[in-house]
């Protein structure tokens, strides 16, 4: 018993100095982080798009309804940024908001507002992230090591390495953050405070909020009567009766039915995806597009 007596407070350790390496320092920022920069921090590459459609909204550039994008024809003058460019540009017709987000937020712009956060020591780049993230399987790989060489004969010789390797896959599952300890105390700073008066402002912390579709009406609620008025008298628009009639259901509901390997692998899917999916981002990150208004086909920025 007494290889537990130290065996359980050193994998302990391991674990917690794991989670230590998984996180970045980073450094503070030099300047004040511009709303594009906020949201980058706060939603990646899309979240920016999101405050440059909303700024060009603020300024009377665009309209922004429902769905849909449009830029405003003869706008005043006035300074844009970057990523703001690349939306007008693209707004020659009016375009569906969230394929246009994703344009944009695959440009040249949107890169570089994620290349000066590495820079500048806030975001950790996805090759890194890759890097910290088996520097936090070594620990408790050594505790293995250890354990299985010192272990006594008898039960523990198999609940050493079941144990530690659990440790090791729970380990892995959980990807490094994404923003170093200075971005992250950079973010909430940024955040803080009162409640933003500013469009950008407000889509940079929350994300541009999408209006909901209405409600339909419940079953037996009064309708509001609607009419034609030509002038001298309303008349009425009655409903349809076949319209106010429920829907024939399905008597048997629809079942997804999930394949058992899915099921058997989904955590090592799990941290095999975020593995995979750094690798990709570090490629579009990192790649030179060689002008402002390239798209790739990678839309997202790694979790």
């Given at each position: 018993?007494?290889?537990?007596?130290?065996?359980?407070?050193?994998?302990?350790?391991?674990?917690?100095?794991?989670?230590?390496?998984?996180?970045?320092?980073?450094s503070a920022p030099a300047r004040p982080l511009t709303f594009e920069e906020v949201g980058f921090l706060g939603g990646g590459p899309v979240r920016a798009a999101e405050v440059a459609v909303a700024g060009l909204v603020a300024d009377n550039r665009a309209r922004l309804s429902g769905g849909a994008v449009s830029a405003v024809p003869a706008p005043a003058?006035?300074?844009?940024?970057?990523?703001?460019?690349?939306?007008?540009?693209?707004?020659?017709?009016?375009?569906?908001?969230?394929?246009?987000?994703?344009?944009?937020?695959?440009?040249?712009?949107?890169?570089?507002?994620?290349?000066?956060?590495?820079?500048?020591?806030?975001?950790?780049?996805?090759?890194?992230?890759?890097?910290?993230?088996?520097?936090?399987?070594?620990?408790?790989?050594?505790?293995?090591?250890?354990?299985?060489?010192?272990?006594?004969?008898?039960?523990?010789?198999?609940?050493?390495?079941?144990?530690?390797?659990?440790?090791?896959?729970?380990?892995?599952?959980?990807?490094?953050?994404?923003?170093?300890?200075?971005?992250?105390?950079?973010?909430?700073?940024?955040?803080?405070?009162?409640?933003?008066?500013?469009?950008?402002?407000?889509?940079?912390?929350?994300?541009?909020?999408?209006?909901?579709?209405?409600?339909?009406?419940?079953?037996?609620?009064?309708?509001?009567?609607?009419?034609?008025?030509?002038?001298?008298?309303?008349?009425?628009?009655?409903?349809?009766?076949?319209?106010?009639?429920?829907?024939?259901?399905?008597?048997?509901?629809?079942?997804?039915?999930?394949?058992?390997?899915?099921?058997?692998?989904?955590?090592?899917?799990?941290?095999?995806?975020?593995?995979?999916?750094?690798?990709?981002?570090?490629?579009?990150?990192?790649?030179?597009?060689?002008?402002?208004?390239?798209?790739?086909?990678?839309?997202?920025?790694?979790?």
């Amino acid at each position: 018993m007494a290889f537990l007596w130290w065996y359980g407070p050193v994998l302990v350790l391991s674990v917690l100095l794991g989670l230590w390496l998984k996180r970045v320092t980073g450094s503070a920022p030099a300047r004040p982080l511009t709303f594009e920069e906020v949201g980058f921090l706060g939603g990646g590459p899309v979240r920016a798009a999101e405050v440059a459609v909303a700024g060009l909204v603020a300024d009377n550039r665009a309209r922004l309804s429902g769905g849909a994008v449009s830029a405003v024809p003869a706008p005043a003058p006035g300074a844009t940024t970057a990523l703001q460019d690349v939306l007008l540009a693209r707004l020659d017709r009016p375009r569906e908001l969230d394929g246009l987000l994703v344009e944009v937020s695959t440009s040249g712009p949107a890169r570089r507002i994620g290349r000066g956060l590495v820079a500048a020591g806030l975001l950790v780049s996805p090759r890194r992230r890759l890097v910290r993230a088996v520097l936090a399987e070594l620990p408790v790989l050594a505790v293995l090591v250890v354990g299985v060489a010192t272990a006594p004969a008898g039960w523990l010789v198999a609940a050493v390495p079941s144990v530690t390797g659990l440790v090791a896959v729970l380990l892995v599952l959980g990807p490094p953050p994404v923003r170093t300890r200075h971005g992250a105390r950079a973010y909430e700073e940024a955040t803080a405070g009162l409640a933003p008066v500013d469009p950008a402002e407000v889509t940079a912390r929350y994300g541009l909020v999408r209006p909901a579709a209405a409600a339909p009406p419940e079953p037996g609620e009064r309708r509001a009567d609607t009419a034609v008025f030509d002038g001298e008298t309303a008349e009425p628009i009655a409903y349809v009766e076949a319209s106010e009639q429920a829907v024939p259901r399905r008597r048997r509901p629809a079942v997804v039915v999930e394949p058992q390997r899915w099921r058997k692998r989904n955590g090592l899917l799990v941290a095999g995806g975020w593995l995979a999916g750094g690798w990709l981002a570090s490629q579009w990150l990192e790649g030179d597009d060689g002008g402002d208004f390239v798209d790739t086909d990678f839309g997202g920025f790694g979790g």
